[in-house]
């Protein structure tokens, strides 16, 4: 199994229309897009997109295999809160990548001069 994260951000120009109409839309057009890249693995591999919003939503086919991954763990471990677990790292990583986006739009801010 091979897999591509992407977060995109809601507010990119690219992806403004689509998260206008609703929440998940940009990570599911970034998903088709990963996958029409990736075409060519789809004989040897199976690949699955993972792709998140900046502001949190997943792409459905995203949102489905990190459902069916936690289950898993939660089977193989017995810890009914596996799932939860899994999507609190998600969550944390999503606000770490925000957070440096921040931070570099206010250090490339500073250093215009």
Request: charged share 15%; aromatic share 10%; no cysteine.
């Amino acid at each position: 199994m091979t897999w591509d994260v992407t977060v995109v951000s809601t507010l990119a120009a690219f992806y403004l229309s689509s998260s206008a109409r609703s929440a998940g839309a940009a990570a599911d057009l970034a998903a088709s897009r990963k996958e029409a890249k990736y075409t060519s693995l789809t004989n040897s591999y199976i690949f699955q997109p993972i792709a998140v919003e900046s502001h949190g939503s997943f792409s459905a086919s995203s949102l489905s295999f990190l459902t069916t991954l936690g289950e898993r763990l939660m089977g193989t471990s017995g810890d009914l809160r596996e799932m939860s677990y899994l999507f609190h790292r998600l969550s944390v990583i999503v606000q770490h990548f925000n957070s440096v986006l921040i931070h570099e739009s206010f250090v490339s801010e500073l250093h215009k001069d």
